[in-house]
């Protein structure tokens, strides 16, 4: 067989690990922070020994590493890169797919009646103190790593907590990227209790990949 040959069959390996949604959902998870398998079955919604499964095929190619810590195993992301791929493969798709821009625009587009904050405009905002930057990402994600200043209330607490938050200023929302619901949801619940709130168009692996400092919080 050509040595080039013999290549393409090593990148198609990469290929065939990503052709599953289920994988895709599981790498974007990962872009969060390190997971064990038993935290992303639940996020995903998979039973444990399917997302073994999906995670086993994502190691495979290289795409995911682990750890083992007692009882539990770890995953998180090979690289940077990684990340920097899936979030190619989105693109292309918005760009090249009309099922995609449908659905983006009938299950997120339309769901924003106020524009959506801009990496930009949260930047200045944030620096001039007249915004307050909410995490409703579950709470592990959180410590893993946030953007700097954001207040943590994952979204299954906030209907409740709501009253934490200052009136004074208007709340910006972020989540895992700019597909995921809890962003969208956050800014239902706040509007709906009265308050001026808006989301972040990304979301943390977007601000990361900007080059945007990034807090985490240390294990105590």
């Not at 974007?28 to 499964?53: D, K, P, Y």
């Not at 001039?128 to 954001?150: C, F, N, S």
């Not at 209907?159 to 929302?173: F, M, P, Q, Y």
């Amino acid at each position: 067989m050509r040595p080039k040959r013999r290549l393409f069959e090593q990148f198609s390996r990469i290929g065939k690990a990503l052709s599953s949604s289920s994988r895709l959902e599981l790498l974007e998870l990962l872009a969060q922070g390190e997971r064990t398998v038993e935290a992303l079955a639940r996020e995903a919604s998979l039973s444990v020994a399917n997302a073994s499964h999906h995670l086993r095929a994502l190691r495979e190619a290289r795409l995911v590493d682990a750890r083992k810590d007692g009882l539990f195993v770890h995953y998180r992301l090979a690289g940077d890169d990684v990340d920097e791929l899936t979030r190619l493969i989105r693109t292309i798709g918005e760009r090249h797919i009309a099922e995609v821009d449908g659905i983006v625009k009938k299950y997120f587009t339309s769901r924003d009646r106020l524009e959506p904050v801009t990496r930009e405009e949260l930047l200045e905002r944030s620096r001039a103190g007249t915004v307050l930057v909410l995490d409703v990402r579950p709470a592990e994600e959180y410590r893993a790593g946030h953007i700097p200043g954001a207040m943590s209330i994952p979204l299954a607490e906030l209907e409740r907590r709501v009253d934490e938050l200052s009136r004074g200023k208007e709340i910006v929302a972020y989540c895992r990227g700019p597909y995921c619901v809890l962003a969208f949801r956050a800014v239902e619940v706040l509007r709906a209790r009265g308050r001026k709130a808006r989301r972040l168009e990304e979301g943390l692996p977007e601000w990361r990949a900007a080059g945007l400092e990034i807090e985490k919080e240390l294990p105590s």
